[in-house]
């Protein structure tokens, strides 16, 4: 079983920035590809962002693409997400999800391909 806990969400103003950190509890976090997700109230759940367990191959959203980063650090069982420029459009509860991709460069980016779930953090972004 695979925990993961979302940190760093937050009330921010338009324009402004913001890291998000993921920890996992597991083993061999290398051996999982890694994504977040957000949804807003009254919407469904979105792809933002992905990585693959070695973070060479990233992925992006192209409503966040340009403005938003994804890293991870398996040393660290963690997965950030760096959010710059932000936009009110952008206030939604996150969420980082694990998929067990045995260190394959598959990497989902939708949400049914992934296994495991963290229990979000909110992010606001004030106009």
């Known amino acids: 079983q695979v925990q993961l806990v979302e940190s760093g969400g937050g009330l921010v103003q338009a324009g402004g920035s913001l890291r998000l950190s993921c920890a996992a509890s597991v083993s061999t976090f290398s051996n999982y590809a890694m994504g977040w997700f957000r949804q807003a109230p009254g919407k469904e759940r979105e792809f933002v962002s992905a990585?693959?367990?070695?973070?060479?191959?990233?992925y992006y959203a192209d409503s966040v693409k340009g403005r938003f980063t994804i890293s991870r650090d398996n040393a660290k069982n963690t997965v950030y997400l760096q959010m710059n420029s932000l936009k009110p459009e952008g206030t939604a509860v996150y969420y980082c999800?694990?998929?067990?991709?045995?260190?394959?460069?598959?990497?989902?980016?939708?949400?049914?391909?992934?296994?495991?779930w963290g229990q979000g953090t909110q992010v606001t972004v004030s106009s």
């Open positions: 990585i693959n367990w070695s973070g060479s191959g990233t």
């Open positions: 999800a694990a998929y067990y991709s045995s260190r394959t460069y598959y990497t989902p980016r939708t949400g049914f391909g992934y296994d495991y």
